[in-house]
């Protein structure tokens, strides 16, 4: 490695040291809500002789196994077919069902190894409870006692029973409610399986999600926390959750009848974040772009994201040119095209050993605020994928002190060259086309224990921690 690539850890090591007083600030300050989508994920890992079982219950020979004809769940075959795809191309996927023949396929053949909690709302609101806020408001439209055990045991994360009182949201139990399971299947790099004689060999790293979930896919609010927040003055407010809506299920309809709740969030005193997360349905994408998101202070997106929203703004030449490389400079086009097509005054990308975050030049959070915070959802994150759970304070700072990768540093310079100032190498900070950007290389964990959320996490945890 380059001299000078030492000399800028060393530079960002010592960036980074702003990170534990950025997470003490927080204790007992500021308030958040979280929303819409929480539910449970079963995570678990399908091993070749049970797959094999599956596929002889089923009846299934390698060619039913690879004839996909829709992304969706209508059979226990078509789970089959979604694993054994993401399995062998490396694609991390997401079908839904409909059918609760489905539900009770999976329950009794798939099992899990551990349950978590899952869906944007619910990952945010445990890791912003976990960084020890005064509050935390968590919305759930589904609260059995299966799933508020999921929530970390903290009393400043709070959700709202049966009957709309306000409590701990692990000690809630509202017992008519359906657990939500979606089902997580998760594959190593290099797995092996063989069917019929052909050996498949896992590529990358990743995951199949199985869901049946008929209430976060119909956008079903609680009503106790819609009032709440919408009196509560809380200092955030992080919504994700209409990309699991289909155009086929009338999902348009449903964004825009939320539309009145969420200008009246965005009139607030608080900070409104849209997530963007990963849309399939395309008329859905459009109205989350076209409706939602210009109602927002602030919003987040990973590259995959960035480049499908690209796509629907008409922005073809750029989305394949990000598409085809994905650098720091190109993917900071892109953003700005986000960004100017909807005028949101904040946008971040967290992509690979990168963050970029985008804002006005009078936006309420200084740069240097949202480097820092920045920084502090780098070490967070490092600590989720190292540690596999990040539910423990003490867990918090586990990357405290590790280097930022060499990716981060790459992507960086190539922000150095785009705008040709060799200062933002070591600082982060510089103007561009009008606007103040901000750019953190991350911590990056070598084999993670745990991916799934991670964008959820850097998304909260870096606006929060630069308030
Ligand atoms: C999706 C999945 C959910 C998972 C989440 C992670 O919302 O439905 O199960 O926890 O993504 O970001």
């Not at 062998?88 to 009794?108: H, N």
């Not at 994408?285 to 210009?294: D, H, M, T, Y």
């Not at 086309?433 to 964990?445: C, H, R, S």
Request: aromatic share 8%; net charge positive; hydrophobic share 45%.
């Amino acid at each position: 490695m380059m001299k000078t690539d030492e000399n800028l850890k060393k530079v960002w090591l010592e960036n980074y040291k702003v990170v534990p007083k950025a997470l003490k600030k927080l204790k007992g300050k500021k308030t958040a809500a979280a929303a819409f989508n929480a539910n449970i994920d079963a995570v678990l890992k399908i091993k070749p002789v049970k797959f094999l079982r599956l596929l002889k219950q089923e009846e299934m020979c390698l060619k039913d196994l690879q004839s996909i004809k829709e992304l969706k769940l209508k059979s226990g075959k078509d789970v089959l077919r979604g694993v054994f795809k993401s399995f062998s191309q490396g694609i991390a996927e997401e079908w839904i069902s409909e059918d609760i023949a489905v539900y009770d396929w999976m329950v009794e053949n798939l099992g899990y190894d551990r349950l978590q909690i899952g869906g944007q709302g619910g990952i945010v609101a445990n890791a912003l409870a976990v960084l020890g806020l005064k509050k935390v408001y968590a919305h759930c439209n589904s609260l059995p006692k299966m799933q508020a055990e999921q929530f970390v045991k903290l009393k400043n994360l709070v959700s709202f029973d049966a009957k709309g009182k306000e409590k701990p949201a692990y000690k809630i139990n509202r017992k008519a409610d359906v657990p939500l399971i979606h089902w997580i299947i998760e594959f190593n790099k290099g797995d092996v399986w063989e069917i019929e004689g052909q050996r498949f060999v896992c590529p990358k790293a990743n995951r199949f999600i199985a869901t049946y979930d008929p209430l976060n896919l119909n956008l079903v609010r609680d009503e106790a926390f819609v009032q709440k927040v919408s009196k509560a003055k809380t200092d955030c407010i992080v919504v994700s959750g209409y990309h699991a809506l289909t155009a086929s299920a009338g999902g348009e309809k449903l964004i825009k009848e939320s539309l009145p709740m969420i200008k009246e969030w965005a009139k607030s005193e608080a900070m409104l974040h849209v997530e963007l997360a990963s849309t399939q349905d395309l008329k859905i994408r459009k109205a989350i772009f076209e409706k939602v998101a210009p109602l927002a202070a602030s919003i987040g997106c990973n590259e995959r994201e960035t480049i499908d929203f690209l796509e629907i703004i008409s922005e073809k030449k750029l989305a394949k040119l990000c598409q085809d490389k994905t650098t720091a400079g190109n993917m900071l086009q892109a953003i700005l095209a986000l960004k100017e097509k909807i005028k949101v005054p904040r946008v971040q990308l967290h992509m690979f050993g990168l963050y970029i975050t985008v804002q006005d030049k009078d936006f309420t959070i200084s740069p240097k605020d949202s480097r820092k915070g920045m920084m502090l959802a780098a070490t967070v994150s490092a600590s989720k994928a190292g540690l596999g759970d990040i539910d423990k304070y003490k867990n918090l700072m586990w990357a405290k002190g590790k280097e930022v990768s060499d990716v981060g540093l790459k992507e960086l310079e190539d922000l150095a060259k785009l705008v040709k100032d060799k200062s933002l190498l070591e600082t982060g900070l510089f103007e561009y086309q009008g606007f103040d950007v901000i750019a953190v290389p991350t911590i990056l964990i070598e084999k993670p224990k745990t991916l799934v959320g991670m964008g959820d996490t850097i998304s909260s945890v870096s606006l929060i921690g630069s308030m």
